[in-house]
């Protein structure tokens, strides 16, 4: 893997979930970045606990997602208990068109020790034991965004740089945001929060969330892998929010869970304030907020971290597509895109939080008749499922997607289905021919690479096959050459396809849909797809408009050689590996 760009023109200030997703992704698009952190090393606190199917599909593209799986413990629901008796629950392992069905488990802790090593895996490495004690911005028009000051935390030395780009993902209390003057708008609940993680005595669940609401405040236990359980618990403002001790969370757990229930020993108790706010903005010229920087949650729905991990990885390969060439205007979507995301899942764990709260005899009975209807009507299930999963984005407003080249140009579109692009592309299984050994199209974009999809409900021949091969000769041309796949998607075989994979020189990828979906698009004409390597649908166009359509791929412009020159390398398939190791699962 080339890599372009030197370390020091994008400064990573943070590296816990979302400093890391943001370097993985960089170095996977072949682009360095240094990485740098107040802390001696990863973190040993567990933290954030839950991983969505949202979060889970940006970690496999990232190529950790298998890792994270056989490290964690599957979650099958969550249940709401009010009055000792059980009021509401929702189940887990409903969604479609997901590798990741259900949440899963995964200390902070874990998630973080697992992209460190792929980041070392990467070639990247951590700076740790330093921090950004001075910065100031650098007005536009040079190489510059910023100069930052970094200082050994044992103080040993100071070091000045000058970055292109600056990503502060260094927490709530983020010195570079405060620095920017980024005004942090929102508040905190009038309420401490306590939690213990060890081994409890009673019938406590072993797969399930439970949510104990009572008049004293709320009860929250969740299973953790490898034995164990984490209680949760709000109480009223102490002043300073020092672990509480054993004595304290039995007392909490004798007051507010069934009876039954006893804590033996813990290994891990802290107590915190929660704030919900988010930044005015996430960004300020070339510097970038993401993850807790940009936005921080109640931690109900297990919201923040997995919001962060996909701020990581959108800031990332649009970077790395900026730094080798792109328009730097691609930019300029990341906070239209993630600024709404972070509100919706503020949102999301806000209206939770407020539901644990709630204190007065009337509104605790038509809160609990809400979760009762709710849950026998399914609506839980339908609505809430899908909400904290962040697994559905709609990025229509977004200049990152352009959408229908066909309806743009005034062109009459065909009748029937169309791609909806801003989505997030739907699964399909297909039988891989030539060029890829995936089996589904989720399969083929776990890559996390950029993808144009050529689709026929024809064979894969003629004007399709044609296509598909100007389509990578454009590609080989490109500085992200190595980071965009081409493959050709048909409705049935051609004479000899088959058996022979591609056409002879061609070495697109090539597949037959399994069941008429993605071909259904293409009744007449074969229809062109750019993918984005988040997956969702950023532009599509029939085949004729394939020149068109190139113009909003990052770095890629229409061929104008030969018709016969070379057609280039395989569409690979999987993540991309550290130099000089072979192409291989994630096992996700």
């Given at each position: ?7 020091g ?5 943070g590296?816990?979930?979302?400093g ?8 996977q698009?072949?682009?360095?970045c ?5 802390r001696?090393?990863p973190?040993?606190e ?9 979060a889970?599909?940006?970690l ?18 969550a249940?709401y208990?009010?009055?000792g008796?059980?009021v509401g629950?929702?189940r ?6 997901t ?12 998630t ?19 921090e950004?004690?001075?910065l ?6 040079g190489?510059?965004t ?9 103080g040993e030395?100071?070091?000045e740089l ?5 990503i ?5 209390h983020?010195?570079?945001r ?16 306590l ?14 969330v ?8 709320v ?39 069934p009876?039954?229930?006893s804590?033996?020993r813990?290994w ?9 706010k ?26 923040g971290l ?17 730094a ?23 949102r999301n ?29 399914g609506?839980?299930d ?14 229509t ?6 959408g ?5 140009g ?9 791609p909806?692009a801003?989505r997030?592309?739907p ?7 030539a060029?890829t050994?995936t ?8 890559a996390g ?9 024809g ?14 000769r ?11 796949d ?22 697109y ?27 969702v ?6 085949a004729t ?10 770095t890629?412009?229409p ?16 993540p ?5 190791a072979?192409?291989?699962s994630d096992?996700?």
């Open positions: 893997m080339s890599i372009t760009a030197k370390a023109d994008i400064l990573v200030v590296a816990g979930p979302t890391l997703a943001t370097a993985c992704t960089l170095l698009h072949g682009v360095e240094r990485v740098v952190d107040r001696g090393g973190a040993s567990p933290k954030a606990l839950i991983l969505w199917s949202g889970l599909e940006i496999r593209r990232i190529g950790v997602a298998g890792q994270l799986r056989d490290r964690s413990l599957a979650l099958a629901g249940s208990w009010s009055r008796r059980q629950a929702v887990f392992g409903a969604l479609e068109g590798a990741f069905p259900a949440p899963l488990c995964v200390p902070q802790s874990v973080e020790s697992v992209l460190y090593e792929r980041l070392l895996e990467l070639g990247g490495q951590v700076d740790w034991n330093t950004a004690t001075g100031c911005t650098v007005p536009p028009g190489d510059a910023a100069e930052v000051t970094l200082a050994a935390r044992r030395r100071t070091e000058a970055p292109r780009y600056l502060a993902a260094d927490g709530a983020s010195r570079v405060e620095a920017v003057g980024i005004p942090f708008e929102g508040g905190s609940y009038a309420r401490d929060f939690l213990g993680d060890g081994e409890y005595g009673g019938r406590l669940p072993e797969d399930e439970q949510y104990h609401l009572t008049p004293h405040g009860l929250v236990v969740v299973p953790l892998p490898g034995g164990g359980h984490r209680i949760f618990f709000d109480r009223e403002p102490v002043g300073e929010t020092l672990p509480p001790d054993e004595r304290e969370l039995q007392r909490h757990l004798d007051e507010r869970g009876s039954g229930w804590l033996e813990t891990w108790r802290s107590t915190f304030r929660v704030h919900t988010v930044a005015a903005t996430f960004r300020r010229g070339g510097v970038f907020l993401a993850g807790d920087a940009a936005h921080c949650h109640s931690p109900a729905g297990g919201q997995n919001t962060g991990v996909q701020d990581g990885f959108d800031l990332g390969w649009k970077l790395a597509a900026v080798r060439g792109a328009a730097p205007e691609l930019l300029d979507s990341y906070e239209t895109e993630r600024r709404p995301a972070a509100l919706r899942a503020l764990s806000d209206r939770q939080t407020r539901l644990w709260m709630l204190r007065s005899g009337p509104r605790r009975a038509v809160r609990d008749l809400v979760l009762t209807l709710a849950t026998r009507s609506a839980l339908r609505k809430l499922v899908p909400e904290l999963a962040q697994i559905a984005p709609d990025l407003a977004s200049p990152a997607v352009p229908d080249l066909d309806a743009v005034g062109a009459r579109p065909a009748p029937g289905p169309r909806e801003g997030r592309l699964d399909t299984a297909w039988e891989p021919l060029g050994r089996r589904t199209a989720h399969g083929f974009l776990a690479r950029h993808a144009l999809l050529v689709v026929t409900s064979t894969p021949t003629g004007t399709a096959a044609d296509t598909a091969g100007r389509l990578l454009s590609v080989r041309q490109s500085p992200l050459a190595a980071q965009i081409v493959l050709l998607l048909a409705g049935r075989d051609g004479d000899g396809v088959a058996e022979g994979g591609a056409e002879p020189g061609v070495r990828a090539v597949a037959v849909e399994s069941e008429p979906l993605f071909t259904r698009w293409a009744p007449d004409a074969p229809l062109v797809l750019y993918v984005r390597p988040d997956g649908t950023a532009a599509f166009a029939t408009r394939w020149r068109e359509l190139l113009r909003h791929v990052p890629v412009r061929d104008t050689g030969t018709e016969n020159a070379d057609t280039g390398a395989d569409a690979a398939s999987e991309a590996p550290a130099a000089g072979r192409r291989g096992g996700a």
